[in-house]
Protein backbone atom coordinates (compact mmCIF):
# COMPACT_ATOMS: atom_id res chain seq x y z
CA UNK A 1 0.00 0.00 0.00
CA UNK A 2 1.68 3.27 -0.89
CA UNK A 3 1.75 6.36 1.29
CA UNK A 4 -0.65 8.43 -0.40
CA UNK A 5 -3.48 5.32 -0.64
CA UNK A 6 -2.56 5.15 3.73
CA UNK A 7 -4.30 8.48 4.75
CA UNK A 8 -7.68 7.98 3.01
CA UNK A 9 -9.44 10.68 4.89
CA UNK A 10 -8.80 14.02 3.89
CA UNK A 11 -10.00 15.53 7.17
CA UNK A 12 -6.77 14.33 8.75
CA UNK A 13 -4.25 16.19 6.51
CA UNK A 14 -6.56 19.49 7.43
CA UNK A 15 -5.94 18.42 11.01
CA UNK A 16 -2.15 18.31 10.36
CA UNK A 17 -2.69 21.68 8.84
CA UNK A 18 -4.22 23.33 12.05
CA UNK A 19 -1.57 22.00 14.58
CA UNK A 20 1.08 23.58 11.84
CA UNK A 21 -0.61 26.80 11.08
CA UNK A 22 -1.26 27.34 15.30
CA UNK A 23 2.71 27.06 16.17
CA UNK A 24 3.70 29.31 12.83
CA UNK A 25 0.98 32.11 13.76
CA UNK A 26 2.46 33.07 16.76
CA UNK A 27 5.38 35.20 14.26
CA UNK A 28 1.95 37.92 15.31
CA UNK A 29 2.82 38.21 18.89
CA UNK A 30 5.45 40.26 18.16
CA UNK A 31 3.99 43.28 19.77
CA UNK A 32 3.86 41.63 23.19
CA UNK A 33 7.81 41.74 22.99
CA UNK A 34 8.48 44.88 22.36
CA UNK A 35 7.95 46.88 25.38
CA UNK A 36 10.08 44.31 27.73
CA UNK A 37 12.70 44.16 25.20
CA UNK A 38 12.93 48.42 24.93
CA UNK A 39 13.22 48.39 29.00
CA UNK A 40 15.63 46.07 28.89
CA UNK A 41 17.92 47.79 25.94
CA UNK A 42 16.73 51.52 26.36
CA UNK A 43 19.01 52.13 23.59
CA UNK A 44 17.01 50.40 20.92
CA UNK A 45 14.42 53.38 19.28
CA UNK A 46 10.85 52.00 17.98
CA UNK A 47 12.14 52.05 14.85
CA UNK A 48 14.79 49.40 15.72
CA UNK A 49 12.63 47.10 17.82
CA UNK A 50 10.30 47.05 14.95
CA UNK A 51 13.24 45.39 12.78
CA UNK A 52 13.12 41.89 13.64
CA UNK A 53 8.86 41.93 12.99
CA UNK A 54 9.84 43.51 9.49
CA UNK A 55 12.68 40.75 8.84
CA UNK A 56 10.62 37.93 10.39
CA UNK A 57 7.79 38.52 7.44
CA UNK A 58 10.19 39.39 4.67
CA UNK A 59 12.31 36.13 5.45
CA UNK A 60 9.19 34.45 5.45
CA UNK A 61 7.69 35.30 2.57
CA UNK A 62 10.86 34.64 0.54
CA UNK A 63 11.19 31.03 2.15
CA UNK A 64 7.91 30.56 0.42
CA UNK A 65 9.11 30.69 -2.65
CA UNK A 66 11.66 27.95 -1.57
CA UNK A 67 9.42 25.67 0.04
CA UNK A 68 6.76 26.00 -2.25
CA UNK A 69 9.62 24.52 -5.11
CA UNK A 70 10.85 21.82 -3.09
CA UNK A 71 7.81 20.61 -2.00
CA UNK A 72 5.98 20.18 -5.10
CA UNK A 73 9.52 18.05 -5.60
CA UNK A 74 9.68 15.91 -2.77
CA UNK A 75 6.34 16.63 -0.59
CA UNK A 76 4.96 18.35 1.77
CA UNK A 77 5.92 16.08 5.03
CA UNK A 78 9.75 16.47 4.64
CA UNK A 79 9.52 20.11 3.98
CA UNK A 80 7.45 20.91 6.77
CA UNK A 81 9.09 19.06 9.11
CA UNK A 82 12.67 20.54 8.28
CA UNK A 83 10.69 24.23 8.77
CA UNK A 84 9.43 23.27 11.98
CA UNK A 85 13.13 22.00 13.12
CA UNK A 86 14.64 25.58 11.75
CA UNK A 87 11.72 28.09 13.11
CA UNK A 88 12.12 26.01 16.84
CA UNK A 89 15.68 26.39 16.74
CA UNK A 90 15.58 30.24 15.83
CA UNK A 91 13.93 30.58 18.69
CA UNK A 92 16.08 28.48 21.12
CA UNK A 93 18.93 30.93 20.13
CA UNK A 94 17.10 33.65 20.44
CA UNK A 95 17.42 33.43 23.92
CA UNK A 96 20.96 34.16 24.65
CA UNK A 97 20.33 37.56 23.26
CA UNK A 98 19.94 39.04 26.09
CA UNK A 99 24.01 37.52 27.37
CA UNK A 100 25.51 40.33 24.51
CA UNK A 101 26.89 43.44 26.20
CA UNK A 102 26.60 45.46 22.73
CA UNK A 103 23.55 46.54 22.39
CA UNK A 104 23.60 46.88 18.53
CA UNK A 105 25.19 43.10 18.44
CA UNK A 106 22.27 41.99 20.74
CA UNK A 107 19.68 43.86 18.25
CA UNK A 108 21.46 41.58 15.20
CA UNK A 109 21.66 38.30 17.37
CA UNK A 110 17.84 38.64 17.47
CA UNK A 111 17.67 39.74 13.45
CA UNK A 112 19.56 36.59 12.61
CA UNK A 113 17.97 33.88 15.25
CA UNK A 114 14.26 35.31 15.75
CA UNK A 115 13.64 36.68 12.33
CA UNK A 116 15.71 35.44 9.59
CA UNK A 117 16.28 31.40 11.07
CA UNK A 118 12.19 32.16 12.46
CA UNK A 119 10.93 33.55 9.29
CA UNK A 120 12.80 30.62 6.99
CA UNK A 121 11.36 27.61 8.91
CA UNK A 122 7.85 29.94 8.95
CA UNK A 123 8.36 30.03 5.00
CA UNK A 124 8.85 26.84 4.61
CA UNK A 125 6.61 24.60 6.97
CA UNK A 126 3.69 27.27 5.73
CA UNK A 127 3.30 26.74 2.21
CA UNK A 128 2.65 22.87 2.75
CA UNK A 129 -0.38 22.94 4.69
CA UNK A 130 -1.68 25.31 1.72
CA UNK A 131 -0.66 23.46 -1.24
CA UNK A 132 -1.75 19.96 -0.14
CA UNK A 133 -5.50 20.95 1.46
CA UNK A 134 -6.02 22.61 -2.20
CA UNK A 135 -4.91 19.09 -3.85
CA UNK A 136 -7.49 17.57 -1.65
CA UNK A 137 -10.11 19.69 -1.79
CA UNK A 138 -10.82 20.88 -5.54
CA UNK A 139 -14.79 20.98 -4.26
CA UNK A 140 -14.42 23.26 -1.43
CA UNK A 141 -11.48 25.37 -2.40
CA UNK A 142 -12.05 28.54 -0.67
CA UNK A 143 -13.61 27.20 2.48
CA UNK A 144 -10.62 25.10 2.56
CA UNK A 145 -7.54 27.25 1.80
CA UNK A 146 -9.26 29.18 4.69
CA UNK A 147 -9.37 26.62 7.15
CA UNK A 148 -5.59 25.57 6.12
CA UNK A 149 -4.60 28.82 7.25
CA UNK A 150 -7.27 29.50 10.18
CA UNK A 151 -4.55 28.46 12.55
CA UNK A 152 -2.02 31.10 11.63
CA UNK A 153 -4.17 33.26 12.62
CA UNK A 154 -5.09 31.79 15.78
CA UNK A 155 -1.50 31.57 16.92
CA UNK A 156 -1.36 34.54 18.45
CA UNK A 157 -4.64 33.85 20.26
CA UNK A 158 -2.67 31.16 22.62
CA UNK A 159 0.08 32.25 22.63
CA UNK A 160 -0.65 36.15 23.25
CA UNK A 161 -1.48 35.28 27.02
CA UNK A 162 1.47 32.71 27.53
CA UNK A 163 4.37 34.55 26.07
CA UNK A 164 2.93 38.04 28.32
CA UNK A 165 2.61 35.39 31.08
CA UNK A 166 5.58 33.79 31.40
CA UNK A 167 7.55 37.26 30.80
CA UNK A 168 6.04 38.91 33.48
CA UNK A 169 4.65 35.90 35.76
CA UNK A 170 0.81 37.00 35.76
CA UNK A 171 -1.10 34.39 35.04
CA UNK A 172 -2.63 32.95 31.96
CA UNK A 173 -5.73 34.62 30.86
CA UNK A 174 -8.09 34.10 27.90
CA UNK A 175 -10.47 37.47 28.00
CA UNK A 176 -9.35 38.57 30.81
CA UNK A 177 -10.17 35.55 33.23
CA UNK A 178 -7.03 33.75 35.13
CA UNK A 179 -6.97 30.03 34.13
CA UNK A 180 -3.63 29.41 35.89
CA UNK A 181 -0.17 30.59 36.90
CA UNK A 182 2.71 30.82 35.10
CA UNK A 183 6.03 31.86 36.65
CA UNK A 184 8.17 34.81 35.58
CA UNK A 185 11.24 33.64 33.36
CA UNK A 186 11.75 36.40 31.35
CA UNK A 187 11.74 37.47 27.60
CA UNK A 188 14.47 36.01 26.79
CA UNK A 189 13.62 32.75 28.61
CA UNK A 190 9.94 33.23 26.72
CA UNK A 191 11.81 32.63 23.29
CA UNK A 192 13.57 29.37 24.49
CA UNK A 193 10.37 28.22 25.91
CA UNK A 194 7.95 28.82 22.71
CA UNK A 195 11.02 27.35 20.47
CA UNK A 196 10.75 24.10 21.96
CA UNK A 197 6.81 24.38 21.75
CA UNK A 198 6.89 24.98 18.11
CA UNK A 199 9.35 22.71 17.41
CA UNK A 200 7.40 19.88 18.71
CA UNK A 201 4.10 20.87 17.14
CA UNK A 202 5.49 21.85 13.29
CA UNK A 203 6.69 18.39 13.29
CA UNK A 204 4.30 16.50 15.03
CA UNK A 205 1.55 18.27 12.42
CA UNK A 206 3.87 17.60 9.42
CA UNK A 207 3.32 14.17 9.67
CA UNK A 208 -0.18 13.89 8.50
CA UNK A 209 1.05 15.98 5.12
CA UNK A 210 0.59 13.66 2.01
CA UNK A 211 -0.59 14.39 -1.62
CA UNK A 212 -3.34 12.57 -2.95
CA UNK A 213 -3.09 9.87 -5.43
CA UNK A 214 -2.44 10.71 -8.89
CA UNK A 215 -5.94 12.11 -10.65
CA UNK A 216 -7.48 12.13 -6.94
CA UNK A 217 -11.05 13.22 -6.99
CA UNK A 218 -13.57 13.45 -4.12
CA UNK A 219 -16.58 11.06 -4.21
CA UNK A 220 -19.33 12.60 -5.25
CA UNK A 221 -18.17 15.05 -6.86
CA UNK A 222 -17.95 16.03 -10.72
CA UNK A 223 -15.30 18.28 -11.73
CA UNK A 224 -16.35 21.01 -14.20
CA UNK A 225 -15.67 20.62 -18.17
CA UNK A 226 -12.22 20.96 -18.79
CA UNK A 227 -10.85 24.82 -19.51
CA UNK A 228 -8.57 24.05 -22.19
CA UNK A 229 -11.28 22.72 -24.15
CA UNK A 230 -12.55 26.10 -24.18
CA UNK A 231 -9.39 27.51 -25.26
CA UNK A 232 -8.41 28.71 -21.55
CA UNK A 233 -5.15 27.80 -19.93
CA UNK A 234 -5.19 25.50 -17.39
CA UNK A 235 -1.92 25.19 -15.56
CA UNK A 236 1.35 27.93 -15.64
CA UNK A 237 4.38 27.59 -14.93
CA UNK A 238 5.86 29.92 -12.41
CA UNK A 239 7.52 31.98 -15.65
CA UNK A 240 4.19 32.10 -17.46
CA UNK A 241 2.61 33.66 -14.50
CA UNK A 242 5.23 36.43 -13.91
CA UNK A 243 4.63 37.57 -17.47
CA UNK A 244 1.31 37.66 -16.88
CA UNK A 245 -0.16 41.13 -16.26
CA UNK A 246 -3.19 39.78 -13.99
CA UNK A 247 -0.01 38.57 -11.79
CA UNK A 248 1.03 41.84 -10.90
CA UNK A 249 -2.54 43.50 -10.11
CA UNK A 250 -3.44 40.46 -7.85
CA UNK A 251 0.16 41.20 -6.12
CA UNK A 252 -0.36 45.07 -5.72
CA UNK A 253 -3.80 44.33 -4.30
CA UNK A 254 -2.61 41.49 -1.94
CA UNK A 255 0.12 44.21 -0.76
CA UNK A 256 -2.13 46.84 -0.24
CA UNK A 257 -4.18 44.40 2.18
CA UNK A 258 -1.08 42.85 3.85
CA UNK A 259 0.33 46.49 4.51
CA UNK A 260 -2.80 47.35 6.27
CA UNK A 261 -3.09 44.01 7.93
CA UNK A 262 0.08 43.77 9.36
CA UNK A 263 0.95 47.13 10.08
CA UNK A 264 -2.17 47.15 13.10
CA UNK A 265 -1.89 43.48 13.76
CA UNK A 266 2.70 43.56 14.48
CA UNK A 267 1.75 46.93 16.67
CA UNK A 268 -1.57 46.06 18.49
CA UNK A 269 -0.32 46.29 22.18
CA UNK A 270 1.95 49.63 21.07
CA UNK A 271 -1.06 51.62 19.63
CA UNK A 272 -3.25 50.69 22.33
CA UNK A 273 -0.43 52.03 24.94
CA UNK A 274 0.05 54.94 23.45
CA UNK A 275 -4.09 55.61 22.99
CA UNK A 276 -4.21 54.75 26.76
CA UNK A 277 -1.23 55.56 28.66
CA UNK A 278 -1.94 59.70 28.14
CA UNK A 279 -4.47 59.68 29.82
CA UNK A 280 -2.70 59.05 33.34
CA UNK A 281 -1.50 61.77 35.88
CA UNK A 282 2.36 61.09 35.62
CA UNK A 283 3.85 58.78 37.20
CA UNK A 284 1.68 56.15 35.93
CA UNK A 285 1.13 53.80 38.75
CA UNK A 286 2.58 50.09 38.32
CA UNK A 287 -1.04 48.79 38.50
CA UNK A 288 -2.22 50.91 35.98
CA UNK A 289 0.66 50.34 33.39
CA UNK A 290 0.20 46.84 33.73
CA UNK A 291 -3.37 46.75 33.33
CA UNK A 292 -2.55 48.76 30.03
CA UNK A 293 -0.25 46.23 28.98
CA UNK A 294 -2.54 43.41 29.72
CA UNK A 295 -5.40 45.08 27.93
CA UNK A 296 -2.90 45.32 24.66
CA UNK A 297 -1.92 41.57 24.92
CA UNK A 298 -5.90 41.14 25.49
CA UNK A 299 -6.25 42.95 22.37
CA UNK A 300 -3.72 40.60 20.47
CA UNK A 301 -5.65 37.72 21.59
CA UNK A 302 -9.07 39.02 20.03
CA UNK A 303 -7.68 40.38 17.18
CA UNK A 304 -6.09 36.92 16.89
CA UNK A 305 -9.58 34.96 16.63
CA UNK A 306 -11.23 37.38 14.18
CA UNK A 307 -7.91 37.07 11.80
CA UNK A 308 -8.44 33.17 12.18
CA UNK A 309 -12.13 33.61 11.97
CA UNK A 310 -11.84 35.67 8.74
CA UNK A 311 -9.50 33.06 7.32
CA UNK A 312 -12.52 30.73 7.11
CA UNK A 313 -15.58 33.63 6.77
CA UNK A 314 -14.50 34.77 3.77
CA UNK A 315 -13.05 31.84 1.90
CA UNK A 316 -16.44 30.23 2.15
CA UNK A 317 -18.17 33.57 1.24
CA UNK A 318 -15.88 33.44 -1.85
CA UNK A 319 -16.95 29.93 -2.80
CA UNK A 320 -20.97 31.52 -3.82
CA UNK A 321 -19.85 34.97 -4.06
CA UNK A 322 -16.92 34.47 -5.95
CA UNK A 323 -13.53 35.99 -5.13
CA UNK A 324 -13.49 39.01 -7.27
CA UNK A 325 -16.71 40.49 -5.98
CA UNK A 326 -15.30 38.89 -2.00
CA UNK A 327 -12.43 41.10 -1.85
CA UNK A 328 -13.96 44.44 -3.32
CA UNK A 329 -16.31 44.09 0.13
CA UNK A 330 -12.86 43.03 2.26
CA UNK A 331 -10.90 45.99 1.43
CA UNK A 332 -13.70 48.85 1.17
CA UNK A 333 -14.18 47.69 5.05
CA UNK A 334 -10.27 47.47 6.03
CA UNK A 335 -9.49 50.75 4.44
CA UNK A 336 -12.53 52.43 6.14
CA UNK A 337 -11.78 50.88 9.64
CA UNK A 338 -7.90 52.18 9.14
CA UNK A 339 -9.32 55.84 8.03
CA UNK A 340 -11.14 55.54 11.68
CA UNK A 341 -9.03 53.65 13.69
CA UNK A 342 -7.43 56.87 15.33
CA UNK A 343 -10.26 57.82 16.85
CA UNK A 344 -11.06 55.09 17.96
CA UNK A 345 -9.49 55.30 21.63
CA UNK A 346 -12.34 53.72 23.72
CA UNK A 347 -10.89 50.08 24.34
CA UNK A 348 -14.30 48.64 22.67
CA UNK A 349 -14.22 50.97 19.79
CA UNK A 350 -10.45 50.28 19.94
CA UNK A 351 -11.25 46.33 19.38
CA UNK A 352 -13.89 47.20 16.73
CA UNK A 353 -11.55 48.45 14.43
CA UNK A 354 -8.95 46.30 14.54
CA UNK A 355 -11.26 43.12 14.91
CA UNK A 356 -12.35 44.31 11.62
CA UNK A 357 -9.07 45.45 10.07
CA UNK A 358 -8.16 41.16 11.64
CA UNK A 359 -11.23 39.86 9.91
CA UNK A 360 -10.57 41.41 6.54
CA UNK A 361 -6.49 40.33 6.68
CA UNK A 362 -7.43 36.92 7.95
CA UNK A 363 -9.79 36.81 4.56
CA UNK A 364 -6.72 38.07 2.04
CA UNK A 365 -5.00 34.86 3.47
CA UNK A 366 -7.72 32.52 2.08
CA UNK A 367 -8.74 34.11 -1.02
CA UNK A 368 -5.26 34.19 -2.44
CA UNK A 369 -3.47 30.89 -2.34
CA UNK A 370 -7.41 30.11 -3.75
CA UNK A 371 -7.71 32.66 -6.55
CA UNK A 372 -4.02 31.58 -7.30
CA UNK A 373 -5.22 28.08 -7.89
CA UNK A 374 -8.14 29.62 -9.85
CA UNK A 375 -5.67 31.32 -12.17
CA UNK A 376 -2.98 29.65 -12.46
CA UNK A 377 -3.92 26.46 -11.78
CA UNK A 378 -2.73 23.93 -9.12
CA UNK A 379 0.32 21.73 -11.10
CA UNK A 380 2.73 24.60 -9.55
CA UNK A 381 0.35 25.88 -7.06
CA UNK A 382 3.29 25.66 -4.27
CA UNK A 383 5.70 28.03 -6.05
CA UNK A 384 3.10 29.67 -8.17
CA UNK A 385 1.98 31.17 -4.78
CA UNK A 386 5.41 31.70 -3.08
CA UNK A 387 5.75 34.15 -5.90
CA UNK A 388 2.22 35.91 -4.82
CA UNK A 389 3.18 35.68 -0.80
CA UNK A 390 6.37 37.32 -1.78
CA UNK A 391 3.48 40.65 -1.52
CA UNK A 392 2.75 39.54 2.31
CA UNK A 393 6.71 39.70 2.60
CA UNK A 394 6.46 43.26 0.85
CA UNK A 395 3.34 44.00 3.07
CA UNK A 396 5.35 42.57 6.07
CA UNK A 397 8.21 45.27 5.80
CA UNK A 398 5.92 47.99 4.77
CA UNK A 399 3.29 47.95 7.19
CA UNK A 400 5.32 47.90 10.69
CA UNK A 401 8.06 50.48 8.98
CA UNK A 402 5.40 52.89 8.04
CA UNK A 403 3.53 52.60 12.09
CA UNK A 404 7.36 53.11 13.19
CA UNK A 405 8.63 55.79 10.54
CA UNK A 406 5.80 57.86 10.30
CA UNK A 407 5.10 57.81 14.13
CA UNK A 408 5.79 61.13 15.95
CA UNK A 409 6.59 61.05 19.42
CA UNK A 410 3.39 63.12 21.40
CA UNK A 411 4.53 63.10 24.74
CA UNK A 412 7.00 61.06 26.89
CA UNK A 413 5.37 59.68 30.09
CA UNK A 414 7.12 58.40 33.37
CA UNK A 415 5.66 55.22 34.58
CA UNK A 416 6.17 53.16 38.05
CA UNK A 417 8.01 49.69 37.17
CA UNK A 418 8.44 46.90 40.06
CA UNK A 419 12.15 45.30 39.88
CA UNK A 420 12.40 42.99 43.01
CA UNK A 421 10.95 44.97 45.78
CA UNK A 422 11.61 48.11 44.49
CA UNK A 423 10.14 50.49 41.81
CA UNK A 424 11.68 52.47 39.98
CA UNK A 425 11.00 55.01 37.34
CA UNK A 426 10.95 54.52 33.57
CA UNK A 427 9.58 56.77 30.69
CA UNK A 428 7.28 55.54 27.99
CA UNK A 429 6.62 56.85 24.16
CA UNK A 430 3.73 58.49 23.29
CA UNK A 431 3.48 57.74 19.59
CA UNK A 432 0.98 59.40 16.96
CA UNK A 433 0.17 57.16 14.11
CA UNK A 434 -2.62 58.90 12.41
CA UNK A 435 -0.35 59.15 9.15
CA UNK A 436 0.71 55.60 9.00
CA UNK A 437 -3.25 54.92 9.51
CA UNK A 438 -4.60 56.86 6.60
CA UNK A 439 -1.62 55.93 4.24
CA UNK A 440 -3.03 52.18 4.39
CA UNK A 441 -6.01 52.95 4.46
CA UNK A 442 -6.51 54.88 1.59
CA UNK A 443 -4.10 51.91 -0.34
CA UNK A 444 -6.59 49.62 0.89
CA UNK A 445 -9.43 51.59 -0.68
CA UNK A 446 -7.80 51.53 -4.21
CA UNK A 447 -6.93 48.22 -3.90
CA UNK A 448 -10.78 47.86 -3.83
CA UNK A 449 -11.47 49.61 -7.27
CA UNK A 450 -8.88 47.57 -8.74
CA UNK A 451 -10.34 44.41 -7.76
CA UNK A 452 -12.91 45.18 -9.65
CA UNK A 453 -11.14 44.41 -12.98
CA UNK A 454 -9.95 41.78 -12.08
CA UNK A 455 -10.44 38.76 -14.70
CA UNK A 456 -9.25 34.95 -14.81
CA UNK A 457 -6.10 35.33 -17.51
CA UNK A 458 -5.65 34.07 -20.79
CA UNK A 459 -2.70 32.00 -21.92
CA UNK A 460 0.31 34.59 -21.74
CA UNK A 461 2.22 35.81 -23.98
CA UNK A 462 5.30 34.34 -25.37
CA UNK A 463 6.90 37.62 -25.14
CA UNK A 464 9.03 38.27 -21.56
CA UNK A 465 11.05 40.74 -20.17
CA UNK A 466 14.58 39.48 -19.47
CA UNK A 467 14.46 40.88 -15.71
CA UNK A 468 11.45 38.59 -15.11
CA UNK A 469 12.59 36.07 -16.78
CA UNK A 470 15.90 35.69 -15.01
CA UNK A 471 14.36 36.24 -11.45
CA UNK A 472 12.36 33.40 -12.44
CA UNK A 473 14.69 31.16 -13.46
CA UNK A 474 16.33 31.94 -10.41
CA UNK A 475 14.00 30.25 -8.88
CA UNK A 476 13.46 27.07 -10.91
CA UNK A 477 10.64 27.01 -13.76
CA UNK A 478 8.80 24.02 -11.50
CA UNK A 479 8.27 21.96 -14.88
Known amino acids: MSETEKVM ?45 QIVLASFA ?77 DKRGLITGLAVAGFGAGAFFFAP ?45 QFLVNPPAGYVPEGWTPPAAAAAAGVKVDFGPKEMLRNPVFWMLWITYFAGCTAGLQVIM ?22 FTAVMTAGALAVSILAIFNSLGRILWGKVSDSLGREKTLIFMFAICGIAMLLLDVMRLYPLYLLAVCLIGLCFGGYLALYPAITADYFGTKHLGVNYGWMFTAYGAGGLAGPYLAARLMRISDTVQYQAVEGEAIVLKTFDIGQFRPAFIVAGVACLIAAVLAAFLKKPAAVNEMTEPAIDAAAGAIGSGK
Request: hydrophobic residues 55%; glycine residues 12%; charged residues 10%.
Open 9 to 53: NRWLVVAGALIIQISLGAVYIWSVFETPLRSYFPDWSATQVTIPA
Open 62 to 138: LAVIFGGRIQDKLGPRKVATVGGIILGAGLILARFTGGFESQGIALAWLIFTFAIMGGAGIGAAYVCPIATCVKWFP
Open 162 to 206: LARGLISGTPYSLFGVGLFPLPAIGVFNTFMVLGIIFLVAVVAGA
Open 267 to 288: KASPIWQSFRIGVFTPPVPADD
